[in-house]
DNA sequence: CGGGTACTTGACAATGGTCAAGTGTGGTGG
DNA sequence: CCACCACACTTGACCATTGTCAAGTACCCG
């Protein structure tokens, strides 16, 4: 069955037996989404959750004038919209894919019965919510006490981490969407990134980006101005 | 049994059965705090997590230079601490008194075993760290969309809605730790304060803040400018 | 090849942070 | 009960960072 081998790549349900694997397929629908499309909308009423088996989703919130803050921007076995689940009703923010996009939706109900019947997937649920948690925390830190110059250097280096310290980086995303998941404006991104390309510390082409002075970036990072070239 | 009294008053513990309690009194301890004593700081290994019985702790991120971004007040029957317990193992935060407290200690160990064998935990837990992290998106979403006058007219009109609507608000935390947890320094909350008290929007004595105009204040939570006075 | 979106760069403005100095104010000990 | 001291708060002047607006360039997709 197709959909069962979809459903074991999602981590927190590698675990099932191969009955409750049987009976969540029965009920979870594969759906599809174009880029630019809306998944949810914040308000909407959450009838189950999701997960990300190709393709990339943006989580953000709006301000009154338009402005962006992007929240996560989820990919390969990634689940979203799972909060509702266990508080309140309604998504507390906004869902778009930002590329064409497979994913598996999970209807509330049975879930639930799952989670209750299973203490290993609510663990996995909790372990789950509490490294969102720890995400939160550290976006929380940097929005309110570091600098954009800081919050980007420790943006690639994040990407270098996550290629095994690879200096070759190739963004996922467009800048426009960087600077708002970094809260900031796609102007004030352009000038840090040539102000970095400029003083040698990082070698850019379109989405590529070259690290060459891994320590000065770190420094940066921590807090350390950008020389004036 | 005293102890037993004081766990049945936090709301994730209120449906535990009379075994329960019993095993859990027998491992949780009772701590006291001095104002401005160390609960945790962030990076220390967590051996369990707290719940609040009397006073206010306060949560936080510190930068380099000092500055502190308080991420939450945890009063009466919060818990806090209690990510670790399923990710990672340490603290991401600090955690101070405020005020002289009194909490409970909840070992790692047997709780994770109680969350197991009851699903009932597990879904207050889980429906803790949901609302916790309904929590977060919103303060990310004030912190980066929002201004500062935005941010203090939305927490006074927060502070109205706990006591019901009520004109009348008594700032339980110093306006240094209010300025902290909206992400921005005293002499800012000062001035606001002020202009809107020149505005005849609220009256502010001391603590005690009086909305006059409250319609007025909702406008500035959602954007609108302070008049010059 | 064309059209639209993304990006870059410059000039300017404004929000809010920093530093400094002065004014309360509450709690403690004499 | 009062005086004093530390700490919280206020106010002013200044300035850094970053947002905004505008215009031009590059790039990608169809």
């Given at each position: 069955m197709k959909i069962i081998d979809s459903i074991i790549k999602i981590p927190i349900f590698s675990s099932l037996s191969e009955g409750q694997l049987k009976s969540l397929s029965t009920i979870v629908s594969e759906k599809s989404f174009n880029k630019g499309e809306t998944i949810f909308s914040q308000g909407d009423e959450a009838t189950g959750f999701y997960a990300v088996l190709s393709g990339l989703v943006k989580i953000f919130k709006l301000s009154l004038n338009g402005k962006e803050q992007i929240l996560h921007v989820f990919g390969n076995g990634n689940i979203f919209g799972e909060v509702p689940m266990f508080?309140?009703?309604?998504?507390p923010a906004n869902a778009v894919a930002i590329e064409k996009s497979r994913l598996l939706f999970f209807p509330k109900r049975l879930l639930l019965k799952l989670i209750k019947e299973d203490a290993t997937i609510a663990m996995k649920m909790l372990s789950e919510l509490s490294s969102r948690l720890r995400y939160f925390t550290r976006l929380v830190e940097d929005l309110s006490l570091k600098e954009v110059p800081a919050r980007l250097a420790a943006y690639i280096l994040y990407l270098s981490n996550i290629k095994g310290g690879s200096n070759d980086i190739t963004l996922s995303i467009t800048k426009g969407q960087l600077s708002s998941l970094l809260g900031t404006t796609p102007e004030t991104i352009s000038r840090i990134l040539s102000k970095l390309n400029n003083n040698g510390i990082i070698q850019m082409h379109g989405k590529k980006i070259k690290i060459i002075d891994y320590q000065g970036l770190e420094e940066i990072s921590r807090g350390k101005k950008i020389e004036n070239y």
């Open positions: 508080s309140g009703e309604k998504f």
